[in-house]
Nanobody, 119 residues
Framework: QVQLVESGGGLVQPGGSLRLSCAAS????????MGWYRQTPEKERVLVAF???????AYADSVKGRFTISRDGTKKTVYLQMNGLKPEDTAVYYC?????????????WGQGTQVTVSS
């Protein structure tokens, strides 16, 4: 299993930037796929960005060109650089680790970090 701790959220004005970090511990970080998700009180949790163990990357259409996901194996950390933030990016952002072993999905979630985009 993996323990995940997010940080870097906060209040930012529209057009601003934030970088979220997700520090992992407890298992071999490099073997896990990592993702950032977000959730608001009105909507279900949705995928924002995803990076596999071999660094294939995917983004939600709503954040393409503005957000960048990356991972640092030495620091066991995955990042989400968010530029050009919009009010609709306001949400709780969660980090998730996942992998499939023997046909079984293993996953872990962080506690979430609040991002608020407002003037």
């Amino acid at each position: 299993q993996v323990q995940l701790v997010e940080s870097g959220g906060g209040l930012v004005q529209p057009g601003g930037s934030l970088r979220l970090s997700c520090a992992a511990s407890g298992s071999i970080f490099s073997s896990w796929d990592m993702g950032w998700y977000r959730q608001t009180p009105e909507k279900e949790r949705v995928l924002v960005a995803f990076i596999t163990s071999d660094r294939n990357i995917a983004y939600a259409d709503s954040v393409k060109g503005r957000f960048t996901i990356s991972r640092d194996g030495t620091k066991k950390t995955v990042y989400l650089q968010m530029n050009g933030l919009k009010p609709e990016d306001t949400a709780v952002y969660y980090c998730r680790s996942s992998k499939v072993i023997g046909g079984q999905l293993l996953e872990n979630w962080g506690q979430g970090t609040q991002v608020t985009v407002s003037s």
